[in-house]
């Protein structure tokens, strides 16, 4: 029996072409298991946690505040520098020991250019320890 000819008579020769309908069967049967099996690799738990109003942290002992306005203008500890005397203070806050830590406060409208060179200045003194100081985002009724 010779597939595809009606003649019987023609000299048998093998098919030459091959059939790809049984690989893409199973192809489409591991794609649906697939799909229905990668949810569960999943390994994450689902926690309902309770919420709490976090206390602010308490002010450690040996903390440097260095607040910078819309201007630029730096300030230590609330009272103004100048650019030429901020580099002195911050190599004698870096020999303390413990090293203070450094609370940067930044008015929003400050440009990252001074925020980014006082980083720079306290980390070229060897200071490690910097915090940015916000103010914690007001409570509206409905919200979380």
Known sequence: MAFGAFNHHRQKESMADINVTPMVDVMLVLLVIFILSAPMFTHAVKLDLPKAQAASAPQPADAVRIS?????????????????????????????????????????????????????????????????????????KGTR
Not at 68 to 90: K, M, S
Not at 92 to 114: C, G, I, V
Request: charged share 25%; no cysteine; aromatic share 6%.
């Open 68 to 140: 910078i306005d819309a201007e630029g203008t730096v300030y230590w500890n609330d009272e103004a520098v100048q650019p030429a005397q901020l580099q002195p203070r911050l190599a004698t806050a870096a020999r303390r020991a413990p090293q203070p830590e450094l609370q940067l406060r930044a008015d929003r409208a400050t440009r990252y250019e001074a925020v980014a060179q006082l980083m720079a200045a306290a980390q070229e003194e060897g200071l490690t320890k910097l915090v940015f100081v916000t103010d914690p985002k007001e409570k509206t």
